[in-house]
């Protein structure tokens, strides 16, 4: 999951940018293009006139060393400009050089200080790193749970090897309660991006469900991880009355272990019908959705 040095900048997020700075600027343009030569006195003109995307742009052209020598130590004072404005990539840029040193002393707290910055915004690798930071504890204090929660929003970015990574914490149980059923959802989504890794992972997981499913351990399931109405469990093969009764107490008894039943209730959210079951263990509370719509027809 580490990213090297740079490497992904490039990847450019839908920021909120001030109206003055157009992502499309002539010297941005010319970087986008890789016409580096070209792009370089384009983009010093720009960056000196407050562009913060031009800044950054000219920082990595130094940092990358792209048509002109590689100087980090030019590369930096450009990043930090852009990430005074609060332009993310820049952030994240200045969190790398942080993290391993490039033209400054190596400092991962700082680093982690920086990856936040740009990860808050969505930046997907500043979630990354900063989620590998907190699961090595390197610079900031070991906290999985946190981490799980950066992975997470990577891979609903649908980062792929973050889809991955999250599948293996789910069926490990590393910093989330391990849930076979979302590691399911997970490498499945990887693997419907066509990930070789992922699709093994998901056919593995598939026939681990078949041989449950054949043992009476869990009734066949289609839909999320139950976590909303959107993400909603939904059954199948599964018909009417006490039959669906049966499949969510199975469902809950298997993916929920140690979990107690304290309420169950219909609701109507767009017209269809769920059963929101809540949940305790450990002074801990959830809701699990399951979508019954078939059994009580389109609630009106």
């Known amino acids: 999951m580490r990213v090297i040095y740079l490497c992904l900048c490039f990847v450019l997020l839908a920021l909120a940018m001030p ?3 157009a992502e499309s600027s002539p010297g941005v343009a010319a970087y986008e293009r890789k016409d580096f030569k070209a792009a370089l006195p384009l983009l010093e003109k720009e960056a000196a006139a407050g562009d ?3 800044q950054t742009k000219l920082g990595l052209i130094y940092a990358k060393g792209l048509d002109v020598p590689k100087d980090p130590k030019i590369a930096l004072p450009w990043f930090e400009k852009a990430a005074a404005q609060g332009h993310a990539e820049a952030e994240y840029c200045l969190g790398v050089a942080h993290d391993f040193g490039d033209g400054i002393p190596q400092d991962q707290a700082e680093a982690a200080i920086w990856y936040r910055k740009a990860a808050e915004k969505g930046y997907l690798k500043a979630q990354t790193n900063l989620a590998y930071l907190l699961e090595r504890g390197e610079g900031v204090p070991k906290d999985l749970a946190q981490s799980a929660s950066w992975y997470t929003k990577a891979a609903e970015q649908g980062e792929i090897d ?4 999250v599948a293996h914490l789910y069926l490990k149980g590393i910093g ?13 989504r990887a693997a419907a991006q066509g990930d070789p890794t992922a699709k093994k992972g998901a056919a593995y997981l598939a026939e681990e469900f078949e041989k449950l499913e054949k043992e009476g351990a869990i009734p066949r399931l289609a839909g999320g991880d139950g976590s ?3 993400n909603a469990i939904s059954f199948p093969l599964v018909k009417l009355g006490h039959d669906g009764v049966n499949a969510e107490h ?5 993916f929920f272990n140690g979990w107690t039943w304290d309420g169950q209730s219909l609701i109507n959210d767009a017209g269809r019908a769920y059963d929101a079951i809540e949940m305790s263990k450990n002074g801990q509370k959830r809701v699990v959705y399951f979508e019954v719509t078939k059994w009580f027809g389109i609630l009106e």
Do not use: H
């Open 19 to 21: 109206p003055a700075w």
């Open 52 to 54: 913060p995307v031009a």
């Open 162 to 165: 973050s889809q991955n990574y």
């Open 176 to 188: 989330v309660e391990r849930n076979i059923l979302t590691a399911r959802i997970w490498i499945d």
């Open 228 to 230: 909303s109405t959107t």
């Open 250 to 254: 199975k469902v809950t008894n298997f």
